[in-house]
């Protein structure tokens, strides 16, 4: 397993140019389809937004169940809207493969009636389902970033990978929900990455947490992976953080310290759950720490209740029990001067974890 989330300084050339990447910039075919959709890819492309009236709203289109990517290309929609009055709801919509299109040069992204698409910086989101009716612009207000490559290759000769692209890393939001019988309109703000593999995420990562918040002026976008077993549980940190829509820190193998505590099982799930996560960023010449803490759960779910009763039975005997939480709370940016914070903000924010692998022990 290479170490492939280091800062683009660190990186050989090679690596960019195996991958037809150009260092210095992201291009618009970075948000296009990456894979093709056979057995063993996977790829999704997701939005969420902090509206203002309180609400929050999350989108993702994916070419297939993640949990299930030994099937051909079967495009799902999942869609989560969390009302201003605090009432979740959720929608999941599905299309047969022939009602899925993807331009290879941009996102443009079709599945059934539905759309996502965009062009690094203006993007456009149509979703309509039974529960949720959803139509959003994102305007981005940081410029698109990858943590180095964007990919962690796992396997002896590098031929499996996991790849991300922040495509939006933070962007303001206009949108028009209808839920629960009520339309509604709000602005906010909104980010939007891609995803996408060749190989079952459970079979190279144990676990991930995953967080992006505005705080005042400043935009950060966090995570901290845990590889598998096989792997031994390496870890890898992911950091940005940017101001007034300009990228300040990044370099977060050298710089990041990160630490969790104030854990708990959770009681649907099984899994260790943390209520504080702390980034925190030093190069020698500046220092941040980002804290998440944990208010409330706004989705939980285990995996093995998502899938029929045979693939169930199959994914136990595998030893398969991954699940999913997302979390809201706040998020706070500390700016240091030695050992004096000379700045603080906080703000509501955001965050996940995603639990792949089985429980460490």
Not at 31 to 46: A, H, I, M, N, Q
Not at 127 to 151: C, D, N, Y
Request: glycine fraction near 10%.
């Amino acid at each position: 397993m290479t170490e492939p989330t280091r800062s683009s300084t660190q990186i050989p050339d090679e690596a960019y140019q195996k991958l037809g990447l150009n260092k210095s910039k992201v291009e618009p075919w970075e948000d296009g389809l990456r894979t093709d959709g056979s057995r063993g890819t996977y790829e999704w492309w997701y939005f969420d937004s902090h509206l203002d009236d309180g609400s929050k709203l999350v989108i993702v289109f994916y070419t297939k169940h993640i949990i299930d990517t030994n099937k051909p290309l079967s495009p799902v929609i999942t869609v989560q809207y969390d009302a201003p009055d605090g009432t979740h709801y959720a929608d999941v919509i599905t299309a047969p493969a022939d009602e899925f299109a993807s331009s290879k040069t941009g996102c443009d992204v079709r599945i059934g009636a539905n759309r996502f698409s965009g062009d690094l910086r203006d993007y456009k989101i149509s979703v309509s389902g039974k529960i949720i009716q959803a139509e959003v612009t994102l305007s981005g207000r940081v410029r698109p970033w990858r943590p180095g490559t964007g990919h962690i290759h796992f396997g002896r000769h590098d031929e499996h990978y996991f790849a991300w692209l922040p495509s939006v890393p933070e962007g303001s939001v206009k949108a028009v929900v209808t839920a629960g019988g009520q339309t509604r309109r709000a602005g906010g703000t909104g980010y939007h990455d891609h995803n996408w593999g060749n190989i079952a995420m459970p079979r190279l990562m144990n676990h991930w947490y995953w967080g992006r918040a505005r705080i005042g002026g400043y935009t950060v976008i966090s995570s901290f992976i845990t590889a598998e077993k096989q792997y031994g549980y390496r870890t890898f940190p992911v950091f940005m953080l940017a101001k007034d829509g300009e990228v300040i820190a990044d370099d977060a193998l050298e710089c990041v310290t990160f630490t969790q505590s104030e854990e708990h099982i959770d009681a649907l799930t099984g899994k260790p759950v943390h209520g504080l996560l702390v980034y925190d960023y030093d190069d020698g010449r500046q220092h941040y720490r980002v804290t998440y803490r944990r208010e409330a759960d706004i989705a939980r779910t285990k995996f093995l209740a998502t899938l029929p009763p045979f693939k169930r039975v199959l994914a136990r005997l595998v030893g398969f029990d991954g699940a999913y939480i997302r979390f809201t709370g706040t998020a706070t940016l500390e700016k240091f001067s030695g050992a004096r914070v000379v700045e603080k903000i906080e703000t509501p924010a955001l965050w996940e974890l995603m639990y792949l692998g089985s429980t460490q022990r």
